[in-house]
């Protein structure tokens, strides 16, 4: 498929820090694409350099063929933008920022809006000083996606949302990804990427480690296996078996979980000759999968510099 979203050694550099580093990255016309991260990995610096609110240190960004920079404004007419923390004029109320938004579009579908308004439960009378963080999320929603937009760009767009109304921008996600809609979303809320994403790209002190589908990611050719004694286990009866990665000790001695990459017959001869009582075997979590990504001892506290800057 054609990409909308094209980058090609995209970097952003916080004096001494970098907010991203090298990015290149392709996103395909018509997927929901999720940009994963923990808070401060440099998923907002890439959106803001996206929408053109930053100018990179080196590299280049374009959308549907269009340099972010120097055609910033054609770029911004086919996106649907959601800020990481969307503000307005606080003495306005909701039902006027939204029309405002609407006539700098050139007007949107007056029956759609209403719809997504609704849909949130979304009161447009109140003022947005009054409105909690969800509420204030919910303007920024229907503002996003109100003009149909060719592409959504939105950081962080769950936030503050109660879960009803998160299963609403599931859904509202669902049905822009059936009209060919591109979604590039960027969270650090593991289930959400899991359920509503195509693929995943994986963001790590400001560099893209790893892109792929996310049933790939989940997969990985390995399964978590638990293995259920009547007496305590040893981690060394696994030891040397092929494709078996990892070994751990549970329920008091009582179970021992496994991640095996290729097919489980040597595991279950291992576990017959120790008299196994039950054998429990799954695909790994996405958040399973990202923690291989992103240890403790991998992962780095976010830059002095970036934290000054508000980045997440």
Known sequence: MT??????????????????????????EGEVFGFLGPNGA???????????????????????????????T?????????????T??????????????????????????RALIERLDLDPTRRFRDYSRGNKQKVGLVQAFMHRPRLLILDEPTSGLDPLNQ??????????????????????????????????????????????????????KHQVVDI?????ALPEW???????????????????RLTVRQDLSAVLKVAARHDALSLNSREPSLEEVFLRFYTPAEASPAPRDLVAAGER
Not at 10 to 20: D, H, S, V
């Open 167 to 220: 299963q609403q921008f599931h859904a509202l996600v669902d049905e822009a990804r059936r009209h060919g809609q591109t979604v590039f979303l960027s969270s650090h809320i593991l289930p959400e990427i899991e359920q509503t994403c195509d693929r995943v790209g994986i963001i790590r002190a400001g560099r893209l480690i790893k892109v792929d589908h996310v049933a790939t990611l989940k997969a990985l």
């Open 3 to 28: 990409a909308i979203i094209a980058t090609h050694d995209l970097t952003k550099e916080y004096g001494n820090a970098r907010g991203i580093e090298g990015v290149t990255l392709e996103v395909a």
């Open 88 to 113: 307005f004029d606080p003495s306005l109320r909701g039902a006027q920022i939204i029309a405002y938004l609407a006539n700098l579009r050139g007007g949107v579908d007056r029956g759609y809006t």
């Open 74 to 86: 054609d770029v911004k007419r086919m996106v649907g933008y959601l800020p990481g923390e969307f």
């Open 238 to 256: 696994f030891a040397g078996v092929p494709g078996v990665e990892t070994v751990a000790v549970a329920d008091g001695g009582l179970t021992l």
């Open 42 to 72: 440099g998923k907002t610096t890439m959106i803001r350099l996206l929408m053109a609110l930053l100018h990179p240190t080196r590299g280049r960004a374009a959308i549907s063929g269009l340099d972010c920079w120097a055609q910033a």
């Open 228 to 232: 259920g004694f009547a007496a305590p």
